[in-house]
Each structure stands twice: as structure tokens, then as C-alpha cells.
């Protein structure tokens, strides 16, 4: 599938679920929630991403206190 297609899908996924949710008819180009939706949509899949904080490639590290006033340089 081109990445066209994904696109388009996309946004249609994203204002069905907000018309259905909240009555809000998005515009078909450059609707400003949906691209809220989309962003939020990719950092929550960043921050997911296995490995993606210091902590999951050390667990005991959640254990130790942190000091902001430690710099790493």
C-alpha cells in the first residue's frame, strides 16, 4: 500500500472516531485536531518503543534516586 493511501486512511479513521465521539466534523485538509490526534498518536508509539528510556535497558536504575543537579557531560 503507498504511503498515500495510509495517509488518507488514516485521517478517515481519525474523524469517524471524532464525529462518532464528539459530533465533530472534520475538514478534509489541514483539520487542526486531527493533526493533534496524529502527532500524539506517533509519540505515544515512540515512547513505547521497547528500549526507548534509559531504564528499560537498566531496570535497577528505576530504583536509584535521581538528582537533577548530576550533568552528565
Known amino acids: 500500500m503507498s504511503s498515500t493511501v495510509v495517509f488518507y486512511f488514516l485521517r478517515m479513521a481519525g474523524s469517524i472516531v471524532l ?5 465533530y466534523n472534520a475538514k478534509e485538509e489541514g483539520d487542526p485536531l486531527l493533526e493533534i490526534a496524529e502527532e500524539a498518536t506517533s509519540q505515544a508509539a515512540e515512547v513505547a518503543r521497547p528500549g526507548a528510556y534509559f531504564v528499560d535497558v537498566f531496570p ?3 530504583y536509584l534516586r535521581y538528582d537533577r543537579r548530576l550533568r552528565v557531560c
Do not use: T, V
Open 19 to 23: 464525529n462518532i465521539s464528539y459530533g
Open 60 to 62: 535497577f536504575r528505576k
